[in-house]
């Protein structure tokens, strides 16, 4: 029976415990992708491989860290390294080498879209040295598609919509979207995070999300004559551009179709390339293909990082490349999907 508390009252049984509701939101969502979240105060931010994520506890974060926008970051870096991440530890990161910076602008271009189709970008603004990079995001934060972080936050994004992010990931920022907009009416002063929530953006009229470029639909890539290839609806081309807006395509910034989007150019045995470039030609019997180096074309020059950026793709045999290369044409519904396949559009 509960006894006596050296105060004289009488002592009760706790049957219940408090939690943070935005940490209940978010360890339940990370539990559901596959993490068990720990606290600690031996690390920041740490993932063992081995499906715990160990965020530091109280004492070792600022006070404008929370823990669900720890868990909303690293689940920002699992999307960039991919479902194979989960079994590396710190998603297969070092924080060393040439491509650690690229991949810490991935993460956070994509954070910044994620959260700001709920207006949580500034109650989810990273804390760390890269906050920098964060705050002069603006615009379209996926439109340089040199930038190496780009297409890797492209494909993180696709990523986020299937398996094991979807949909646990979704219903954690919409249920912080909730949660946030009763919280800012009681935030008790200017310096609460509370008070950066902004009202989430209307949907796009075609029903995707609102976009970020200063361009209208007119303008897309994707649009043909009054119909979204993307969205599969006609549309008013003074519209806005929505989240999936891309501006004219440009071959040498993409390389889509000789990459990993098709793995096999077949050639006719009368096609002249077979007597220009014999060496770029295998005879597989029953048909000849162009040969391939690792995912893509032999011919393929380009698309290396180099001082930030992707150099340009460019094809060595162009004036004698097969009749199939020059019947492909820029911005058909199959340079469209190729685009998508290796990571180029949403």
């Not at 954690?172 to 979207?177: C, K, M, P, Q």
């Not at 999936?244 to 889509?256: K, M, P």
């Amino acid at each position: 029976m509960p006894g006596r508390g050296s105060s004289g009252l009488v002592a009760r049984e706790v049957t219940a415990r408090y939690s943070d509701p935005l940490a209940q939101v978010w360890t339940t969502a990370a539990r559901r992708i596959g993490l068990r979240v720990i606290r600690t105060p031996d690390a920041y931010a740490a993932t063992d491989g081995c499906g715990t994520l160990a965020i530091g506890d109280n004492t070792t974060l600022d006070a404008d860290d929370s823990l669900a926008q720890m868990i909303f970051h690293e689940l920002c870096h699992s999307l960039i390294e991919g479902e194979a991440a989960f079994s590396r530890p710190d998603w297969g990161m070092d924080n060393t080498g040439p491509d650690h910076d690229w991949r810490e602008h991935a993460c956070l271009r994509l954070q910044w879209v994620l959260a700001g189709r709920h207006g949580l970008r500034g109650l989810f603004a990273p804390t760390t040295e890269f906050r920098a990079f964060w705050d002069q995001l603006v615009g379209d934060v996926l439109a340089d598609r040199s930038d190496p972080s780009v297409p890797a936050a492209i494909a993180g994004l696709v990523r986020s919509a299937g398996p094991p992010w979807s949909p646990a990931l979704g219903d954690a920022l919409a249920a912080t979207a909730q949660i946030a907009e009763v919280a800012a009416r009681f935030a008790p002063d200017e310096r609460s995070l509370w008070r950066c929530v902004v009202a989430p953006p209307a949907p796009h009229p075609t029903g995707l999300p609102a976009g970020h470029a200063d361009a209208t639909c007119d303008a897309c890539a994707w649009r043909t004559g009054t119909r979204c290839r993307q969205a599969g609806r006609r549309i008013d081309p003074a519209w806005p551009a929505c989240e999936r807006f891309e501006t004219a395509l440009d071959c040498q910034t993409c390389g889509a179709c000789c990459r990993a989007a098709y793995h096999s150019v077949e050639v006719s045995r009368r096609d002249p390339v077979c007597k220009a470039q014999p060496a770029m030609i295998v005879d597989r019997g029953s048909y000849l293909e162009v040969r391939r180096d690792g995912d893509r074309c032999a011919a393929l020059a380009g698309g290396v990082v180099e001082h930030g950026a992707i150099t340009r793709y460019h094809c060595t045999i162009y004036d004698d490349r097969p009749r199939t290369c020059r019947d492909f044409t820029l911005g058909s519904n199959h340079c469209l999907t190729a685009r998508r396949r290796v990571g180029l559009s949403l």
